[in-house]
């Protein structure tokens, strides 16, 4: 069965850094673009950033552009994201996903069709 599972959230004051893992299992992220989404209260899911399986693009959220990366491990079935000095619009639930079909990296949530459960990060001093 195919499973994407977030860890890493929690609450996290103004200036703080957070590091989101993204797991796989049943299939390896490796061959497949990962991304990641954050979506607010009463808000659209929208696209934080996002890997090519590759890892030869990457696209960041212009609000995060400077502060994340986007990176994979040496295992094949992990990914994660650091966001260093958090703001209050970084909180919301961060979702990691994927796409057995998608190689190109796409902040569009539109194109994943595997979702995590979402991991929450609050920013609150």
């Known amino acids: 069965q195919v499973q994407l599972v977030e860890s890493g959230g929690g609450l996290v004051k103004p200036g703080g850094s957070l590091t989101l893992v993204c797991e796989a299992s049943?299939?390896?992220?490796?061959?497949?673009?990962v991304g990641w989404f954050r979506q607010a209260p009463g808000q659209e899911r929208e696209g934080v950033a996002c890997m090519s399986s590759g890892s030869d693009y990457i696209f960041y959220e212009y609000a995060v552009k400077v502060r994340a990366t986007i990176s994979r491990g040496d295992d094949k079935s992990r990914i994660s994201l650091q966001v260093n000095d958090l703001k209050p619009d970084d909180a919301g639930v961060y979702f990691c996903a994927s796409d057995l079909y998608l190689q190109t990296c796409n902040p569009s949530s539109f194109h994943y069709g595997t979702w995590g459960r979402g991991t929450r990060v609050p920013v609150s001093p």
């Open positions: 049943g299939f390896t992220l490796d061959r497949h673009a």
